[in-house]
Each structure stands twice: as structure tokens, then as C-alpha cells.
């Protein structure tokens, strides 16, 4: 097995280990305050999202059953 990837990812992560580690707490806690506001719009939206994907989809499938009918009936009705 390969050890490169987790070797770098190591190394990334002791970099980033030491950026914190280094960052003076202003800058810190500006840095967490902007992860929280992203993570509460994508843990907020995410759902959102989903859930009207889901509505529309429902939505398109019961046009397309209706218009699907519709057209059968049409053609049944010229072919008799």
C-alpha cells in the first residue's frame, strides 16, 4: 500500500496545526465565526434544497403521468 497520500495528508494537517497554532485569537476568532455562519447556511440550505428537488420532481412526474394519458386516450380514440 501506498503511504505517500496519507503522508501528505499528514503533513497538511500539521501545517494547518501550526497556522492555528500561530494566528493571534482576533484573527481566530473571526476565522470561527465565518466557518459557523457558513456551516449554519449549508446545514440550513442543504435540506431546503433537497426537499424542493424532491417537491418538483413529485410534481413533474404526476404532469407527465396526466399528459401520458391524456395522449394514449387520444391515439386509442383515432385507431378504433
Not at 497520500?5 to 494537517?13: D, Q
Request: charged share 15%; glycine share 4%.
Amino acid at each position: 500500500m501506498n503511504k505517500a497520500p496519507f503522508r501528505r495528508l499528514g503533513a497538511t494537517l500539521k501545517g494547518a496545526a501550526h497556522d492555528i497554532a500561530v494566528m493571534p485569537w482576533p484573527t481566530l476568532l473571526v476565522y470561527c465565526i465565518a466557518l459557523a455562519i457558513i456551516l449554519t447556511l449549508l446545514v440550513s440550505i442543504l435540506p431546503l434544497a433537497l426537499f424542493l428537488f424532491a417537491a418538483f420532481m413529485a410534481i413533474k412526474l404526476v404532469v407527465v403521468a396526466f399528459v401520458v394519458h391524456t395522449r394514449r386516450g387520444r391515439r386509442e380514440h383515432y385507431e378504433l
